[in-house]
């Protein structure tokens, strides 16, 4: 079996060693932690709109977990770089994450004038 650190390498040996049944990370627990998102751009059309040059694991966790709790907005993301990847270990870009995620996306360059105007 494989640990994610050595602590928890060394535990499992003891318990092993003592015939403690265990389990190792065989059960998820939800929990909910609350925050307040404070949106880049807010339109008159009521278009949410996020800007990004780095968009880090954390920022995308975050911005999943906003639209999860609010189904209704219409949040839409302006990259720099659409497709730089979301870490070096990752094919995936910007781009390609937020198309899996179905939030629309689009460069500063090319802002679609339909996004900005009422709907």
């Given amino acids: 079996m494989k640990y994610r650190s050595k602590l928890e390498e060394n535990i499992a040996n003891l318990f092993k060693e003592l015939g403690v049944s265990f389990e190792y990370e065989s059960t ?3 929990y909910v932690i609350e925050h307040d998102y404070c949106p880049d751009f ?3 059309n009521g278009r949410i709109l996020e800007a990004k040059g780095y968009w880090d694991a954390e920022s995308r966790r975050k911005m999943l977990a906003v639209k ?3 189904p209704d907005l219409d949040i839409r993301m302006i990259f720099q770089s659409p497709y ?3 870490s070096k270990r990752s094919k995936t870009t910007y781009a390609q994450y937020c198309e899996r995620h179905q939030i ?3 460069t ?4 679609p004038i339909d ?5």
């Fill in 84 to 86: 730089n990847k979301i």
């Fill in 108 to 111: 500063f360059t090319d802002i």
């Fill in 104 to 106: 629309p996306w689009t």
């Fill in 28 to 30: 998820k627990v939800k």
């Fill in 42 to 44: 807010v339109l008159p």
């Fill in 115 to 119: 996004w900005l105007v009422s709907s």
């Fill in 68 to 70: 999860k709790c609010n």
